[in-house]
């Protein structure tokens, strides 16, 4: 079965540059939830959107952005990167209408800030 | 917000040993769910619970949701060497949640063959 796609596996960029990471969910999933999970750390919620439209918002910094595409592939925007912000970035998507929480997870994208 | 209190935060068993592990709440949740974690990948869902009370079996693994719907275990019977990971749960509030999920600390399961 097609689970969630991210892309790139693995980043590494300098401080202060940008970095985007893309998302495609499961095909007929219209809600993409973006996680940030540090080293050691459980992952924390960042942003969401449903149906391209912003639906709820964590703990993502203004430097972040996100939009999700009329695909539904969403797209996450990190700008003058720190290196606090080395993490996995994990995507999940889950079933039209389902309010359960049931989150479909993909590889997750690993930024290295240098 | 809210915050889940997982424990254990790790364990050290043998293969052959039942795990059980849970997390607490102070608030209510909706949902609760537990994830398994390898290293570098993303979390999978193991098993969802819907109901106060529930009681769900996935192979080897059995969750309950609490009464109060403030606490759900996880229960791994007779361990193999690949339920090795970490363990989330998770929840989803009942007010205003907009399907985000909350997540415990992990526990992370070492078993030794």
């Known amino acids: 079965a097609a689970g969630v796609i991210q892309s790139p596996r693995h980043l590494i960029k300098e401080k202060r540059e940008t970095a985007t990471l893309k998302c495609y969910p499961i095909?007929?999933?219209?809600?993409v939830y973006w996680y940030q999970q540090g080293p050691g750390q459980d992952p924390q919620f960042l942003i969401s959107?449903?149906?391209?439209?912003?639906?709820d918002k964590g703990s993502i910094p203004d430097r972040f952005s996100a939009q999700q595409f009329s695909d539904y592939h969403s797209e996450l925007n990190m700008s003058s990167l720190e290196l606090g912000d080395s993490a996995l970035y994990f995507c999940?998507?889950?079933?039209?209408?389902?309010?359960?929480?049931?989150?479909?997870f993909g590889e997750g994208s690993r930024l290295t800030v240098l | 917000g809210q915050q889940l209190n997982q424990s254990p935060q790790s364990m050290f068993i043998q293969e052959g040993e039942d795990v059980s592990m849970n997390c607490t709440s102070s608030s209510i949740f909706n949902t609760w769910l537990w994830y398994k974690q390898d290293p570098g990948e993303g979390p999978v869902l193991l098993i969802a619970l819907y109901k106060a009370g529930e009681l769900t079996s996935n192979g080897r693994l059995t969750a309950q949701f609490g009464i109060t719907r403030k606490d759900s275990f996880l229960n791994i019977s007779a361990s193999i060497p690949s339920d090795v990971g970490i363990y989330f749960c998770?929840?989803?509030?009942?007010?205003?949640?907009?399907?985000?999920?909350?997540f415990g600390k992990g526990t992370l399961l070492t078993v030794n063959p």
């Open positions: 959107f449903y149906e391209k439209m912003q639906s």
């Open positions: 999940a998507s889950s079933l039209p209408g389902k309010s359960n929480g049931e989150l479909f």
């Open positions: 998770a929840g989803q509030p009942s007010r205003g949640s907009n399907y985000k999920l909350t």
């Open positions: 095909p007929r999933h219209d809600t």
